[in-house]
Every structure is written in structure tokens, then in C-alpha cells.
């Protein structure tokens, strides 16, 4: 079960900051970590394992998407409010080096021996689903890697 309170070890840390950032996370403007979320609750517990790493307190931007309801053929789409954290730190300069090699994520093995299982759960969030087929019964983890 992940704790989002619990102390990480510099290696367990940058593990579960990898896994962030190749989901929905990004590194912008050399070492500003940026991630915007539709889930409060995730983005609450990403904020709990960056906040290990700097001193300063981390807000939580919100903001409601518009418009807030569609209605198209019939089916209703509902924009939900997202909510975003941003925040500089020397670490996330030596990951951008790692994973923006020609200016996009690139994904390693050497950044994937990094990765934690916190991480992988972290990016099983972010871009994760879990497909079934119904006709032999069986449930296949699917991670959308489409940007890489």
C-alpha cells in the first residue's frame, strides 16, 4: 500500500519522481517540475513525496476547465476541475538532462533501473489502464507510452 507520509531515501525518492514524470509530470524551464491532475487526491500525494525534496511549501493551484458541462448526441461530458503543482529544485535539472535527451521524454533502461515500485505505480496512475476480455477471462495492464 503506498504512504504518502512516509520518509524515502534519496534513491526512493528520485524513483517515485521518475515514475511521475513519465507519466502526466514534466520538467520545464531547465528545473521546474510541473504536473496538472484531475484527481485531487493524486496530485495531493505527489505533492507529500516533492515536498520531501524542497523546503518551501507547495501550493495546490485549481482551476475549473470550461465549459463545465457538454452536451453532444445525446451523451454529457462534465469538465471537472484540475489542480496543478510547480515547483523548482537542482534534482529536477539533472533528471531533465536524463529524460529530455533530444528535447522530448526519452525512456532508458538507465532511467527505468531508477524507477521504484512507488514510480511504477505513480505512472500506472497517470497513463495506466487495466483492460478485461471478457471472452477468456483475462485482465492485461495497459500503459500508454505514446509520447516516448
Known amino acids: 500500500m503506498l504512504n504518502p507520509s512516509r520518509?524515502?531515501?534519496?534513491?526512493?525518492?528520485?524513483g517515485a519522481i521518475i515514475g511521475t514524470l513519465l507519466g502526466d509530470s514534466g520538467i520545464h524551464d531547465t528545473n521546474r517540475f510541473?504536473?496538472?491532475q484531475i484527481s485531487e487526491n493524486l496530485i495531493k500525494?505527489?505533492?507529500?513525496?516533492i515536498q520531501q525534496l524542497?523546503?518551501?511549501?507547495i501550493t495546490i493551484h485549481s482551476r475549473q476547465r470550461s465549459p463545465a458541462i457538454v452536451h453532444t448526441n445525446q451523451t454529457e461530458s462534465i469538465f471537472?476541475?484540475?489542480?496543478?503543482?510547480?515547483?523548482?529544485h537542482a534534482l529536477f535539472r539533472k533528471l531533465?538532462?536524463?529524460?529530455?535527451i533530444s528535447g522530448t521524454k526519452q525512456v532508458t533502461m538507465s532511467t527505468l533501473s531508477?524507477?521504484?515500485?512507488?514510480g511504477l505505480a505513480l505512472w500506472i496512475m497517470d497513463d495506466g489502464t487495466l483492460w478485461?476480455?471478457?471472452?477468456n477471462h483475462t485482465k492485461y495492464l495497459r500503459l500508454c507510452t505514446d509520447s516516448f
Open 7 to 14: 520518509l524515502r531515501s534519496s534513491s526512493e525518492l528520485t
Open 132 to 135: 478485461f476480455n471478457p471472452k
Open 54 to 57: 524542497v523546503s518551501e511549501d
Open 96 to 100: 531533465r538532462e536524463e529524460l529530455y
Open 45 to 49: 500525494y505527489k505533492k507529500s513525496i
Open 34 to 36: 510541473n504536473c496538472e
Open 80 to 88: 471537472k476541475p484540475t489542480y496543478a503543482i510547480k515547483v523548482r
Open 114 to 118: 531508477k524507477l521504484t515500485d512507488e
